[in-house]
């Protein structure tokens, strides 16, 4: 299918954008060519498609439960005991809330970690996204555990994969206090053996480091780089609290890192990210909205605004983590972490993008459109989404959406009930 966008707004003023397959084929003024679809992008600008670099989709089912706590009492007294009553169709329905909810907000791809992995899959396959997919694993330290972790990740991708080019699969040990040492350098070598991602959060609290100095006498990216797991295709979501030596082993061994402004504030986790410091030595950030339980909403608009004003205000410096710094990290340095040819609008780019709505008080005046859209929009703003050369959204609608709301709301009273 080939779609056509006229007249919208780049960078400097109104252009046509012409999608042939999957790709961005031409950008140019006046286009004069055959389409199945033209769009009217009069009102309208064009913007890459947003990447959440860190999340956990089915999680949606536990929005607004379990608020105002400290991350750890939140993990064990609300969510893991919810979890492990968690069916397959929850996590289905919960995933597809979260793909909408990303659809309407202007995200096309995104990072997950979460459980039932081929529930999360569908989802996705259905909502026509593109995403990077982990499954959580955990072994508490214990043998027998990481065994079946092991067991488990090599059937996976033994497997026939059935799904698509838009969806790619990685390994998630969730974090240094629930996964060995042995476990992590078995995943680091079985993801190099593959070519795959590994996803995990790293450096998320206080207390995190302090545990880790008392097991393992040492931080926790020390920690990791003398079990020799840093590599490019480890990405870190959090990594609040490290210093400049830490920061330079990361960018030595080219590891990527996932800011999450909202959950970090949300759970008081930490505010000090070191975003400017690892920009500056050459680690590519991106930004994240984690699950919904601990940011309530996967904005990534929003997500944006927050990075920013967090960065600005515990520095004391206005100048800090630009609007224009903050989109990069939404869309180009996304699409690097995720190893995708997106993130930005471009001939040969994968036509993953979104139209934004003008006619909304949040531009108006409009003297600096990016500086609108970080500072005064939120995800309401979205108008028309396209992935992978498919409209997903156009005029702020997404088809089936009611349902969806309808399905995972029972599901998530059904699921607290049990």
Same mark, same amino acid.
């Given at each position: ?31 004069? /060519? ?78 997950? @970690? ?96 302090? /545990? ?13 780089? /003398? ?166 959204? /156009? ?9 969806? @709301? ?13």
């Amino acid at each position: 299918m080939n779609i056509l966008i006229k007249s919208v707004h780049w960078k400097h003023g109104p252009t046509d954008v012409f999608i042939e397959g999957n790709k961005i084929k031409r950008i140019a003024p006046m286009i004069d /060519q055959r389409a199945d679809i033209e769009l009217d992008g009069r009102g309208k600008a064009i913007i890459p498609g947003l990447i959440n670099g860190h999340t956990h989709a089915a999680m949606t089912l536990f929005r607004g439960f379990g608020d105002d706590m400290p991350l750890m009492a939140w993990l064990t007294e609300k969510i893991w005991p919810h979890e492990a009553k968690l069916t397959e169709e929850d996590v289905y329905w919960g995933s597809k809330l979260a793909c909408l909810e990303m659809i309407k907000s202007g995200t096309t791809a995104f990072f997950d @970690m979460y459980h039932k992995l081929d529930m999360t899959i569908a989802a996705v396959e259905e909502m026509g996204l593109r995403a990077v997919l982990s499954e959580a694993c955990f072994d508490h330290f214990k043998p027998d555990l990481a065994d079946r972790c092991k067991q488990q990740i090599t059937q996976r991708f033994q497997s026939v994969l059935s799904h698509g080019e838009r969806i790619q699969l990685a390994i998630g040990p969730h974090a240094i206090y629930t996964v060995s040492g042995e476990l992590l350098q078995w995943a680091h070598s079985f993801a190099i053996e593959h070519d795959l991602l590994i996803h995990m959060h790293l450096a998320e609290t206080k207390d995190e480091v302090e /545990q880790c100095r008392a097991r393992f006498g040492t931080t926790p990216v020390r920690y990791l780089h /003398q079990l020799g797991v840093l590599s490019p295709r480890l990405v870190l979501a959090h990594v609040l609290y490290i210093d400049d030596e830490e920061i330079q082993i990361l960018a030595d061994h080219d590891v990527k890192v996932v800011h999450n402004p909202a959950s970090n504030m949300k759970l008081a986790s930490g505010y000090r990210f070191m975003y400017k410091e690892m920009h500056a030595a050459g680690i590519t950030v991106g930004l994240g909205t984690d699950g919904c339980s601990s940011s309530n909403n996967l904005d990534m608009i929003e997500a944006m605004k927050l990075a920013s004003l967090l960065g600005k205000v515990w520095r004391g410096d206005p100048e800090a983590l630009t609007c224009d710094e903050m989109l990069d990290a939404a869309t180009k340095a996304g699409a690097d972490i995720l190893r995708v040819n997106s993130g930005q609008i471009a001939e040969g780019c994968l036509a993953d993008m979104c139209l934004i709505d003008l006619n909304i008080p949040a531009f108006t005046p409009n003297f600096h459109f990016v500086s609108n859209l970080v500072f005064a929009a939120n995800g309401s703003c979205v108008d028309t989404v396209i992935c992978d050369g498919e409209i997903l959204m /156009q005029d702020k609608h997404v088809p089936g959406e009611e349902e969806i @709301m309808e399905q995972t709301a029972r599901r998530a009273y059904d699921l607290m009930k049990r």
